[in-house]
């Protein structure tokens, strides 16, 4: 099987042991949760959830914001489904949370789509009060891969990236070159191997790129994000980072 197909398969299979998981831990009332479920139509139409913080104002100091893309596992047309997992996750317990966040939905067997998300956000920063020089995009396993390559086709949008149990095409990292990435994968993932966020970090490494990598060395596959969310300080150095 050729190699980027060989990856493919690899991605698409990334979520087999989050899936258990994601079945125990949806619930079915959505009563009161402070994320709301909008949509984008391009090429069809794309369906986020999007979360604003409490000092979010239409004509006041512009917020910064998260683009956050699931797993595998969270594939459908359930958005909820999509707060399995990282920020989306976050915000329903933390109204405190000081980004807006967007999280879009990849439908049942279909994969990330760069050209998609980037009209997605290009509406996103339209009509809401985001401060441009302050977005940053994260994703884990599929939306690991799917986070390196939104990146790497349109770098211009982001102030810093956190690729998560993913990985991607190692020659488009030249284009990332001037944005700060913060990698991190689980040496012990069954899933995504560690080598293909490895291949990617050493690229952007080759071509001068401002990346820094989080090997977890007892960490699956789940292991890497919950510890990038919650234990890294990841939010902390996303808040660091503003685009020049």
């Known amino acids: 099987m050729p190699r980027v197909l060989t990856r493919l398969a690899i991605a698409a299979l990334a979520l087999c042991t989050a899936g258990a998981a994601l079945a125990a831990s949806t619930t079915a009332s959505t009563a009161r949760s402070p994320q709301v479920a909008r949509s984008t139509s391009i090429k069809g139409k794309i369906n986020y959830l999007t979360f604003l913080p409490k ?64 009209v997605m956000l290009d509406d996103i920063l339209k009509r809401y009060n985001v401060d441009p020089k302050r977005v940053y995009l994260t994703g884990i396993s599929m939306g690991g891969y799917g986070a390196w390559d939104f990146a790497s086709r349109y770098p211009d949008y982001f102030a810093a990236v956190a ?4 990985g991607g095409i190692p020659r488009l990292t030249a284009r990332l070159k001037n944005v700060p990435v913060w ?3 689980g040496l012990k993932d069954d899933a995504v191997p560690e080598s293909e966020s490895a291949r990617m970090v050493d690229a952007l490494k080759a071509q001068g790129g401002n990346v820094k990598y989080t090997v977890l060395p007892e960490a699956g596959h789940i292991q890497a994000w919950v510890h ?15 685009k020049q």
């Open 163 to 166: 690729p998560i149990c993913g």
């Open 55 to 118: 000092n979010y104002s239409p004509r006041g100091d512009k917020v910064p914001l998260i683009v956050f893309l699931h797993g595998s596992g969270e594939r459908g047309a359930d958005l909820e489904k999509v707060k399995t997992w990282g920020p989306p996750a976050i915000v329903e317990k933390d109204p405190d949370f000081p980004f807006m966040v967007v999280s879009p939905q990849v439908p049942e067997g279909e994969w990330w789509d760069s050209y998609q998300l980037k």
């Open 183 to 185: 990698v991190f994968h």
């Open 228 to 242: 990038a969310y919650n234990e890294a300080g990841l939010f902390e150095w996303f808040q660091q980072q503003r």
